[in-house]
């Protein structure tokens, strides 16, 4: 069974740094995978979509990148803002059809 | 397009009670998907469909769980009778597969109903 993992569960940055977001998988055999943000009481906004044949996906100041075989993707985001501060939610999907498995998100905050 | 409608945004009710949570995908998606969203278990599927037809509902959680959609730019999500486990935030996503129309396959999500059953 499909388990998707972030780390870390929170983060707390000054504004202007540059980070990391990590997300793992345990099953190699994804389909795609995709990035979303969640702001407090609200839905998701999704960010970036990996396909399963591509390396990363850049838009604006953030690039996500996919390792398929050891079952990581990273999220970086340049030059922190405090707009930035929300939950960062990774997802993989296995099939072309399928649903998405979620990891349990990591919640930024970034500092004035 | 006015993305994934869901509605109605916040619903309080009591145990026993019927609650209907419905959805407009975006149109021309052909794929429409529930999500159920809380601080224990995160984000989960509980059922999605492809052109109507449901696929797979293997995370609905009980018998009280049931999802129709009549036609392709409506969907309901049913709980009879509601528990005070249920309450949680429950999500609508939609996507589509074809190639050059949109990204493959990225789901757009609504903005959730809020669910409290007291």
């Known amino acids: 069974k499909q388990e998707v993992t972030q780390i870390p569960a929170a983060l707390s940055v000054p504004e202007g740094e540059n980070l990391v977001l990590n997300c793992s998988f345990t099953d190699s055999a994804i389909y795609n995978l995709q990035w979303f943000r969640q702001d407090p009481g609200k839905g998701l906004t999704s960010l970036l979509l990996?396909?399963?044949?591509?390396r990363e996906q850049t838009s604006g100041r953030l690039n996500a990148s996919l390792d398929k075989s050891s079952g990581r993707s990273t999220l970086y985001i340049a030059a922190s803002q405090p707009g930035d501060s929300a939950t960062y939610l990774c997802?993989?999907?296995?099939?072309?059809?399928?649903?998405?498995?979620f990891g349990k998100g990591t919640k930024l905050s970034v500092k004035p | 397009d006015a993305g994934v409608i869901q509605s109605p945004r916040h619903e309080v009710t009591e145990m026993g009670q019927e609650v209907t949570l419905r959805c407009k995908p975006i149109?021309?998606?052909?794929?429409l998907f529930w999500y159920r969203q809380t601080m224990m278990r995160g984000l989960e599927l509980l059922i999605y469909?492809?052109?109507?037809?449901?696929?797979?509902d293997s995370g609905m959680p009980e018998d009280r769980f049931s999802a129709k959609m009549p036609n392709a730019s409506f969907s309901t999500l049913k709980i009879q009778p509601s528990e005070p486990r249920d309450s949680a935030v429950y999500f609508c996503?939609?996507?589509?597969?074809?190639?050059?129309?949109?990204?493959?396959?990225?789901?757009?999500f609504g903005p959730g109903t809020r669910l409290t059953v007291l």
């Open positions: 997802a993989v999907i296995e099939g072309s059809q399928g649903n998405l498995i």
């Open positions: 149109s021309g998606h052909d794929y």
């Open positions: 990996i396909q399963s044949s591509q």
């Open positions: 469909f492809n052109n109507n037809v449901p696929i797979d």
């Open positions: 996503a939609s996507s589509s597969l074809r190639a050059g129309a949109y990204p493959n396959n990225e789901q757009f």
